[in-house]
């Protein structure tokens, strides 16, 4: 089983934020595969889960908010054995432009507490990344842009490069990070 887990921060004060943008590609892939989520309280997330030939992708929207999400991804991990190299986190990034994504093999957390907790909770920096633009930052604090949200215009964006994304998700399982990041970056 391979894990793909979405950050953002639940409730719908948060759904167009920046902040949302890993929730938002999780939800987007589930949608085009007909799947819908359910809530898992044991495992601190909504979850959902896609049987794709012989193998069983789950997907995860941590209910922690984003500065605790390593304690789903955790739970997910250890409920269903999951080891790490199976594991991608998707998640919004300041240094990327709006329409850019990057895959990335392992790297520290780059002020994004998501993915501190993440580091903290597994213990290691080695898991596979998918980072979704929301850059460039303004003359703001990063905690005021990335709950900021999106304008129409910048959504009709974040739309065509989710679509991009999703395609980045299924190369990267079925050829791997190299070949992710080679189509992708």
């Not at 991009?164 to 190369?171: E, P, R």
């Amino acid at each position: 089983m391979k894990l793909i887990a979405g950050l953002g921060n639940i409730g719908t004060k948060y759904t167009f934020t920046r902040h949302n943008t890993g929730f938002m590609l999780a939800d987007s892939f589930a949608l085009n595969h007909n799947l819908s989520f359910r809530e898992n309280s044991r495992l601190k997330c909504f979850m959902t889960n896609l049987r794709n030939g012989v193998e069983d992708y789950l997907i995860i929207k941590p209910t922690t908010f984003m500065n605790l999400s390593g304690e789903a991804v955790r739970a997910v991990m250890d409920y269903y054995k999951i080891p790490v190299e199976d594991i991608l986190i998707v998640y919004d990034d300041l240094s990327l432009d709006l329409g850019k994504i990057r895959f990335r093999a392992n790297g520290s957390d780059g002020g994004h507490n998501g993915i501190k907790s993440i580091i903290q909770h597994l213990g290691t920096q080695d898991f596979a990344r998918l980072k979704v633009g929301i850059g460039p930052q303004p003359n703001l604090p990063a905690e005021v842009f990335v709950l900021q949200n999106f304008s129409n215009e910048e959504l009709e964006t974040l739309k065509n490069t989710l679509s991009i994304a999703k395609q980045g998700i299924t190369c990267y399982f079925n050829e791997g990070i190299a070949a992710a990041q080679n189509k992708f970056n």
